[in-house]
């Protein structure tokens, strides 16, 4: 499958740049099993990467210039930029992000002295909250770090990458994203504490379950000013907060009794449900992880659906596409637990499903959401641990 997919790309290749000598490059995509919108919380993540991801061909060239190619983006054409001095082009699109990782580069002293022809093909939906865009950033940093010898180690390039999609395509995101994308482990989730960078894997041991990532087709584009809009009503809360916790850091560093004793130094109520959510996911994340670690199972499924009910009533990000995804599952026979995965506003759900039961839950979310087959359903993840 892999070796078809790069036969093909080597074709390609080969038509919009010629027969040069090309090196192979593969980036996967992540799901995020619970701790949403806690990342920028100073809070804890549980994601891991997945075995769909994005894959180049890349070729040098002698001079500083550029050519970038996507095969899922074919009328987006062959995208040209120089290696330096870039600022955001909305005529550049999606070249945005590997443009970002190259200008955060050059800034951080990265110089690169040449650029390269480049073909991209990605295996991810784009959109579907995946993190097809910290995919392509961190493969970006890969190609850059190992073409110039710059020595970066893999956390380095992944701040660079969220780096990138703060400054340079303007997406205030957290960490997790390309964390997960750079430090994902085979059959292993990662436990992120996003205040501190502390993280460990954690072995994704399901017994007679899997993971199963549903897509409802409705991509999150409008997730970016909504998404911004969210960080910064978390910000205010918090720094209302300080006023009488001046120690405070985070909204991460809060347990549910403290939270609930200062909620009522938030001034304005939908604030304060924001910040609940964000203080409650994190301590559900601290939990659930337990939970699965001494193979509570049942546990970690239940709390994954609490926090698609808390994404849903107090943080507003799950909207109708997703809803129904996950009430679709929930009434299903060997459904473990089911939410809404990644920002939000459409994309995926991630469910925790009897493997016996996976060929009657494809059907029926198939069925199940508008009546038409307008669904994505994979197995992707950590396969049958
Ligand atoms: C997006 C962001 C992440 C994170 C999630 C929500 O994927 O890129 O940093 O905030 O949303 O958990």
Redesign the pocket.
Known sequence: MEQELLAEMKKVFTEKFGAEETRSYFSPGRV?LIG?????NGGH?FPCAISLGTYALVADRKDTKTRIYSMNLADKGVIEFEMSGLSYDKAKNWANYPMGVVSVFEQAGHKCSHGFDIVINGTLPNGS?L?SS?SLEVLTAVILNEAFGFGLDMVEMVKLSQKAENVFVG?N?????QFAVGMGKQDCAILLDCNTLDYRYSKIALKDASIVISNTNKPHSLASSA?NVRRAQCEHALNELKEVKPELNALGELSNEEFNKLAGHISEPLERQRARHAVCENNRTMEAVAALESDDVEKFGKLMNDSHFSLRDDYDVTGKELDTLAELAWQQDGVIGSRMT??GFGGCTVSLVKNSAIPAFKENCRQGLYGKDRLCTELLCCKHC
Request: with cysteine; glycine share 16%.
């Open positions: 995020n949403e919108h806690t990342d920028y993540v909250g993190s910290a997406v995101c957290g960490i997790m994203d998404y990644g920002a």
